[in-house]
């Protein structure tokens, strides 16, 4: 018998996958809609899955506990081993959160607009599922989100936040941990490392934090399904109780450690994206085209016939997201940032389409 939760649930929009079936050339398409990398930081690392194939049994379930990878993570974080559990992606992390702790009757609270994935998760778990919106979606708002998540068991943060990129400090954030100290928090650090914000230091001070990152940013990796939660050690052992220790394939293991082990690479892909971000800033300064930037690697831009503008986007073989389903964020398209080539043929591809 089907779930009435589940039944009346409203589906988390996907984007179209039409860039998958567009027949032109990988390299004449800009997919700058779910702020993947712009690029492949890791042109190497296919060539060493594929030699990997001849030593790797494959008949074989991957290991249940990577111990290097493990270790990686830890150094990478700055934190223990056993503040970390990796997971197939951070979309897996969340649901296995939400699935440790939550019952039909509680109360979550998601601050919004934000990712909405987790509201899936949420829902699915959860009668009373709330969004709360700030009264200015672009800021910060503690005092009333304290006010919003007072009888709630699990609160769902984004921070950075995706899309309006808001960043609470870690001041912040620990005044929502320590007043409400009953409420589970999920802070999603998806963008850590563009922002270079994190609150990893009040882990082990505060038991209801737990944080979760992805390698689908900044890493590169997105098509690996590769993320982890950072949290105390006895939630790490709890929610371990549930997670399949089989769900990361050997591949996304590797990849994640050879990753870690070149973060090099890493660092400066983000750099690259800064420049580009500078670039298309100045851009839209000169057209006159009003812009939202982020902590992220993503930036907003609001115009008057944005749908419009997405299409003839599309029909140049650039693809970029339309924010026009989330409350406050009508009128607004979300463009994935790039290195400095990318945003080049982008900002000549604006000049094509854009219309003041």
């Known amino acids: 018998m089907k779930l009435k ?8 929009k996907i984007v179209s996958h039409e860039v998958w079936q567009n027949t032109i050339s990988r390299q004449d398409i800009l997919k700058l809609d779910w702020n993947e990398s712009d690029v492949n930081i890791f042109p190497e690392l296919m060539a060493l899955l594929l030699s990997e194939i001849d030593i790797n049994n494959s008949h074989l379930y991957p290991p249940a506990i990577n111990f290097k990878l493990q270790n990686l993570l830890a150094d990478y974080a700055g934190v223990s081993n056993s503040n970390i559990t990796s997971t197939n992606g951070s979309d ?11 019952n039909p009757e509680d109360k979550v609270v998601i601050i919004s607009p934000t990712y909405d ?15 709360y919106f700030p009264e200015n979606i672009f800021s910060t708002d503690i005092k009333n989100i304290n006010t919003a998540v007072s009888d709630a068991k699990m609160v769902y943060l984004c921070n950075p936040n995706n899309p309006t990129g808001w ?30 914000l994190t609150v990893k230091g009040l882990i082990n001070k505060y038991s209801n934090l737990y944080i979760t990152r992805t390698f689908s940013k900044a890493f590169a ?18 929610i371990n109780k549930i997670k399949n220790h089989k769900s990361l394939p050997y591949f996304a293991m590797y990849a994640a450690i050879h990753a870690l082990s070149n973060i090099g690479k890493v660092n400066c892909h983000i750099e690259e994206v800064k420049k580009g971000e500078a670039l298309l800033v100045d851009y839209f300064s000169k057209k006159g085209i009003k812009y939202f930037t982020t902590p992220g690697n993503f930036i907003n831009i609001k115009l008057d016939r944005a749908i419009e503008f997405i299409l ?13 389903h989330l409350k406050g964020c009508e009128n607004m398209v979300r463009i994935t940032l790039g290195e400095p080539k990318t945003i080049i043929k982008l900002i000549a591809v604006i000049e094509l389409c854009y219309e003041g």
């Open 221 to 238: 990796l997105a098509s690996f399904r590769i993320g982890y939660i950072i949290s105390d050690p006895r939630n790490i052992e709890y």
């Open 92 to 102: 897996h992390g969340l649901e296995l959160i939400v699935r440790s702790y939550i």
């Open 167 to 196: 960043l609470y400090s870690e001041l912040e954030i620990e005044q929502l941990l320590s007043n409400n100290n009953n409420t589970i928090f999920i802070i999603d650090e998806a963008y850590y490392e563009f922002s270079k």
């Open 5 to 12: 939760r589940i039944e009346k649930m409203k589906p988390y």
């Open 312 to 324: 003839k986007m599309k029909n140049q073989n650039i693809y970029v997201r339309s924010l026009a």
């Open 117 to 131: 994935n987790f509201r899936i998760y949420a829902e699915s778990a959860s009668d009373n599922v709330q969004l």
